[in-house]
């Protein structure tokens, strides 16, 4: 009976695999298979669980308790309560699976995983990376990062990070991660990118913005894509604005095409929006 259930059971994750793999608009398989093979019950904790379809969360509508501790639940495409108090969950897969589409990640790249939370994504993202490559997982909420510790250890290649990433330094980086609703990236961010690094983070600069945006740091400077809607609780220490920040309305943050770290460039008329260290251009970066 019970290896009955186990073969339903990989079958649903095979399903929700393929959904995966056709939301993040990627060829590469090996994004299927890491959704297939990593398991989302060992990340969110027993069930029964209290889920939320995407719809429901922007319709300010609250979480439902699944019936029972089936896994089966967990494969649809929907946030799943890590912290229901604070909000903190287990995110839509269909946007992280765009999100990894977007990226790319290759073997032997160096990811930074901002706001791991209990470590799902960070486990697919290893899966892209390996061999050779790493992901630093970092968590600010204690009890949070301690389970994405223990979670992560049959992973090779992972750390996990009990910490700050605004104020920690991050390792160089082909990849920075950011699951927390960002005003503008800290500096330090954007200098810890190779050459040909990537940084997506939610672009949150005020209520009216709610933006993914993948940065490439290139020869001339950092790109910026705009890329999908996408809603996340603040990220502690870059989720507010000062007094003194230019923010954009939602045209300017849809046509902003560059960022920029003031200490190398001034702001000019091309400026989207002015937020602390950086500020954000409509210019694009020549390749």
């Given at each position: 009976m019970m290896a009955g259930r186990d073969a339903d059971l990989a079958e649903i994750r095979s399903a929700y695999a393929s959904e995966m793999a056709?939301?993040?608009?990627?060829?590469?398989?090996?994004?299927?298979?890491?959704?297939?093979?990593?398991?989302?019950?060992?990340?969110?904790?027993?069930?029964?669980?209290?889920?939320?379809?995407?719809?429901?969360?922007?319709?300010?509508?609250?979480?439902?308790r699944t019936l029972d501790a089936d896994p089966a639940h967990l494969y649809r495409n929907a946030l799943v309560a890590l912290d229901a108090e604070k909000g903190i969950n287990n995110g839509e897969?269909?946007?992280?699976?765009?999100?990894?589409?977007?990226?790319?990640?290759?073997?032997?790249?160096?990811?930074?995983?901002?706001?791991?939370g209990t470590g799902y994504y960070s486990a697919i993202l290893?899966?892209?990376?390996?061999?050779?490559?790493?992901?630093?997982?970092?968590?600010?909420?204690?009890?949070?990062?301690?389970k994405a510790r223990r979670n992560l250890l049959p992973y090779p290649g992972v750390t996990a990070v009990t910490g700050d990433a605004v104020t920690l330094p991050l390792p160089a980086s082909d990849i920075i991660y950011v699951n927390a609703g960002v005003v503008a990236p800290p500096a330090g961010?954007?200098?810890?990118?190779?050459?040909?690094?990537?940084?997506?983070?939610?672009?949150?600069?005020?209520?009216?913005?709610?933006?993914?945006?993948?940065?490439?740091?290139?020869?001339?400077?950092?790109?910026?894509?705009?890329?999908?809607?996408?809603?996340?609780?603040?990220?502690?220490?870059a989720g507010h604005a000062g007094a003194k920040a230019?923010?954009?309305?939602?045209?300017?943050?849809?046509?902003?095409?560059?960022?920029?770290?003031?200490?190398?460039?001034?702001?000019?008329?091309t400026a989207t929006a002015i937020i602390g260290d950086v500020w954000f251009s409509s210019e694009p970066v020549s390749k």
């Open positions: 056709a939301a993040s608009g990627s060829a590469d398989p090996r994004l299927e298979q890491a959704f297939a093979e990593v398991p989302r019950e060992d990340f969110v904790g027993p069930g029964p669980w209290m889920i939320m379809g995407l719809t429901a969360a922007l319709a300010g509508e609250r979480y439902v897969p269909s946007l992280h699976a765009a999100w990894m589409g977007a990226l790319s990640p290759k073997p032997g790249e160096v990811v930074s995983h901002i706001g791991a290893s899966r892209l990376v390996m061999p050779d490559g790493n992901v630093h997982a970092f968590e600010i909420e204690p009890k949070l990062a301690r961010w954007l200098r810890a990118l190779k050459p040909g690094g990537r940084l997506i983070f939610p672009w949150r600069p005020s209520e009216e913005v709610a933006l993914s945006v993948l940065v490439t740091r290139r020869k001339a400077g950092y790109a910026l894509e705009p890329l999908m809607p996408s809603w996340f609780i603040p990220c502690i220490g230019k923010l954009p309305n939602p045209a300017e943050a849809r046509r902003t095409r560059s960022i920029w770290l003031a200490a190398e460039r001034q702001p000019d008329e």
